[in-house]
C-alpha cells in the first residue's frame, strides 16, 4: 500500500494533537501541549513516515520515532525564539510570551527528554542506530544554531560557511528524518545514505528557497513579512554574496544600511533589494537551489526501489521547492 | 578487586576534566567545558562506579555511562542558575554571566543531546534499560524543578509535596546512578531496585540535612552563607514545617519576614531560626533524617552481596550524612 501525502499528513496531525503528557506538574507540560499544537507543516515526521512507506514497511511502527523528531524540532523553535526575542510564530504568541522566559526554558528542556523517549520507542535490534544518528543530528541542529548566532556578530562569512551552518541548522534534520524511516524499514544502508543525502540537498535548497521568498516572495501568499530578513540584517545567502561581490559605492550603502538603527523599514529593504538586483542575486539564488534539487533528485533516484513507490515523496519536494510560501 | 571512594573519586574527576568536545564551534563547548570543569563532588558517577564494583564488575565499561549521568546534573545546575539569576555556583561565575543568557541556554542544550550520547555508551543487550532508566528519571528531575519553582509562589505547601518535590529533584538522579551501576554490573533487578530505593531514602536524608545546615551548620565549614535560605524565603522543611506548627503569634511573625522586601539579614535569619527553635525542628527535622537513612541502609543490607563489598558505600554515605558542609 502507497498512502498518500495528504494521508499520511492526517495521520501525523492526529497523532501530534493526540500526544499528551500525563505527567504533573501541568506548569510543565502545558506549554509543551501548547507548542506541539501550534502547527507547522509536520514535514518531519511526514518524510520519516514516507520512506518507510517507500520501503513497503508498516508505517505506524514509525508513528511514535516520527513524532519524536517533531517533539525536538518545536523544542529548538521554543529555545530559538526566546533566544531571539521573537514575539510570535504561526500567529500565535510564543511560550515565554505566554508564560514567562524560565518556562520556556524548562519546558523546552522537558521536551529534548519526551523527545528522546519518543524516538527510542523502537524494537531492540535497531535501537543502537536510531539513538546513533539521532544523537549526532540533534547535536548538529545546535551547532548550526550557534554558528548562526555567531555570524551574526561578523560582516566576513564566506558562502562555504554559510552554507556549511545551514547544512547544520536547517538540512540535517530533513536528513535525519528521512534515513529514521528507511532505518525503521530496515532498509539497506546504503539506500539510508543515499536518503540522508537526499535531505541534505532538499534541506539547502530549502533554506536557499526560504532566503529568497524573504525578498522575492509574493506578500499575499508569503507567510512572513517581505523583507524581515533585511530589516534586521539576517546573514542569509542574499547578503553573504552581496557584501562579497559589490563594488566599492555598493559595499559602502549596504554597511550603511547595516550599521544605522533608525531608518525607514521599506525604504531600507527598496535599497538593499536594489543592489541584490544590481547584483543578479536572484538567478545566481535560483540557480543554486536548482543544483541542490537536482542533486536530491540524483540520489533520491539511485535508491534501490521502484520509481512507482517513490512518487509521493517526489510530490512532497516539488510542494517544497515550487511553494510561494 | 573493590577500590576505595577516594581512588574511584580520582579515577571519575580525571575523565571529567579530560571529557574534550571535539566538535564546533568553541563558542557552544566551551562554557560546556568550563561548567564540568568547575567541580562538585561528583557523586552521581561515583555512586555508579561504587555499585558496579560492588557486584564484582569491571569499573572502566561504567565510566562512560557515569560521566553521562554527571553532565546531565551539571546542565541542570547551569539552567536552574539562569532560572534563579544566581551569578556564582562554587566560588566562580556561573555560565550566564561568564558569557551570556543565550550561551546559558544553548551549551545547556547541548549537554543533554552530549549526557545521552555518554549513558548510551553501552552494550546493546542493556541499551534499552538504560535509556528507559535515563529517561524517566530525568524527567522527574525537571518535574521536581518546575514543583520547587511553582512551591515559590505558595504558602501552603504541605510536608507531603516537600518530600515528593525533593525526591524528584534530588533523590531520583541519586537513585537513578546506583540503580544504573547495578543494571551495568548485569545485577540481579531485586538488587537493583533495592539500589534504588536506597539511592531515594540517602537522597531525602542528603536534602533535609542540606536544609538543616543551611540554618544550624558550622559559618566556618559549611560551604555556603549560613541562614541563605531563610533570607530568600526558600521554602524548605523547616520553613514548611514552621509554617504549619507555629501558634499564631509565631505565624503572623513569619509571614511578616516573609512579605518585607527590606530588611537586614542577620536581623531576619536570628528572628525566624528563633521560632525554630521554639519549635524545636531542629530535632524534629535530625529525627526525620535518621528515618531516612535507616530506611536506606535497610535497603542496602538486603541486597544480595557480601557485607565486606558494601563498605565502601556504607562510607559515602556516611560521609553525605555527617558532614558539615
Known amino acids: 500500500m502507497l498512502y498518500s501525502v495528504d494521508f499520511l499528513s492526517k495521520k501525523i496531525e492526529e497523532a501530534v494533537q493526540n500526544t499528551s503528557f500525563d505527567l504533573k506538574p501541568k506548569s510543565l507540560f502545558d506549554p509543551i501541549s501548547y507548542a506541539l499544537s501550534v502547527g507547522g507543516k509536520r514535514v518531519r515526521p511526514l518524510l520519516t513516515l514516507l520512506t518507510t512507506n517507500m520501503f513497503g514497511k508498516d508505517v505506524d511502527k514509525s508513528l511514535k520515532p516520527a513524532i519524536g523528531i517533531e517533539i525536538f524540532h518545536n523544542f529548538t523553535l521554543l529555545h530559538d525564539d526566546l533566544m531571539d526575542k521573537s514575539d510570535m510564530r504561526r500567529g500565535m504568541p510564543t511560550v515565554h510570551k505566554k508564560w514567562d522566559a524560565n518556562t520556556a526554558i524548562l519546558s523546552g528542556d522537558a521536551m529534548m527528554i519526551e523527545a528522546y523517549k519518543y524516538v ?178 540524483d540520489c533520491l533516484s539511485a535508491v534501490n526501489v521502484a520509481n512507482e513507490r517513490k512518487k509521493e515523496l517526489i510530490s512532497l519536494s516539488e510542494n517544497l521547492m515550487y511553494r510561494e510560501k
Open 120 to 297: 527510542t520507542s523502537v524494537t531492540s535490534d535497531i535501537l543502537p542506530e536510531i539513538i546513533e544518528l539521532f544523537s549526532t543530528n540533534t547535536m548538529k541542529v545546535l551547532q548550526g544554531q550557534q554558528f548562526d548566532m555567531d555570524f551574526e556578530k561578523r560582516l566576513d562569512v564566506t558562502e562555504a560557511e554559510y552554507i556549511e551552518m545551514i547544512t547544520l541548522k536547517t538540512a540535517v534534520l530533513l536528513a535525519c528524518s528521512l534515513k529514521m524511516g528507511a532505518v525503521l524499514a530496515n532498509a539497506p544502508s546504503r539506500d539510508a545514505e543515499l536518503l540522508y543525502n537526499y535531505g541534505i540537498n532538499i534541506g539547502l535548497a530549502f533554506q536557499l528557497k526560504d532566503d529568497l521568498l524573504d525578498v522575492y516572495g509574493d506578500p499575499k501568499t508569503f507567510g512572513k513579512n517581505i523583507g524581515g530578513d533585511i530589516v534586521n540584517n539576517k546573514k542569509t545567502y542574499l547578503l553573504i554574496k552581496a557584501l562579497k561581490m559589490s563594488n566599492e559605492k555598493q559595499l559602502a550603502e549596504l554597511l550603511r544600511w547595516i550599521s544605522i538603527e533608525k531608518f525607514d523599514k521599506n525604504e531600507k529593504i527598496e535599497s538593499i533589494k536594489k543592489i541584490y538586483n544590481e547584483l543578479n542575486l536572484k538567478l545566481i539564488s535560483e540557480n543554486l537551489i536548482e543544483k541542490y534539487y537536482l542533486a536530491a533528485l
